[in-house]
Nanobody, 125 residues
Framework: VQLQAFGGGLVQAGGSLRLSCAAS????????AGWFRQAPGREREFVAA????????TYARSVKGRFTISRDSSKITAFLQMNTLKPEDTAVYYC???????????????????WGQGTEVTVSS
């Protein structure tokens, strides 16, 4: 499975962006798509994830209520709708994918086998 992320850019605080992650190759029914981010000088952190089979989602506390993860009906593309962006959301965002990841493990990056290239998000104050 190959992943391609796009949709990043520069936005003012309070604005919105929508990131997309397109998957090519075979994704099984147990596929989970996740988003992680890494800000300069900081470790990569979990943002959000969605299980493709049942649609269950989980979010980092810092983005809950502002970000929404979803997937299209073909289950090929995952989206991250980011609203009410803050300067602290500035980071390189990475999409990730894996099969058979249980809900309690979705927040851990080592459980994801597939990774896309990053897309940069910059939020100005």
């Amino acid at each position: 499975v190959q992943l391609q992320a796009f949709g990043g850019g520069l936005v003012q605080a309070g604005g919105s962006l929508r990131l997309s992650c397109a998957a090519s190759g075979r994704t099984f029914k147990t596929y989970t798509a996740g988003w992680f981010r890494q800000a300069p000088g900081r470790e990569r952190e979990f943002v959000a994830a969605i299980n493709y089979r049942d649609g269950r989602t989980t979010y980092a506390r810092s983005v809950k209520g502002r970000f929404t993860i979803s997937r299209d009906s073909s289950k090929i593309t995952a989206f991250l709708q980011m609203n009410t962006l803050k300067p602290e959301d500035t980071a390189v965002y990475y999409c990730a994918g894996g099969n058979g990841i249980i809900l309690s493990s979705m927040r851990t990056d080592r459980n994801y086998r597939y990774w896309g290239q990053g897309t940069e998000v910059t939020v100005s104050s």
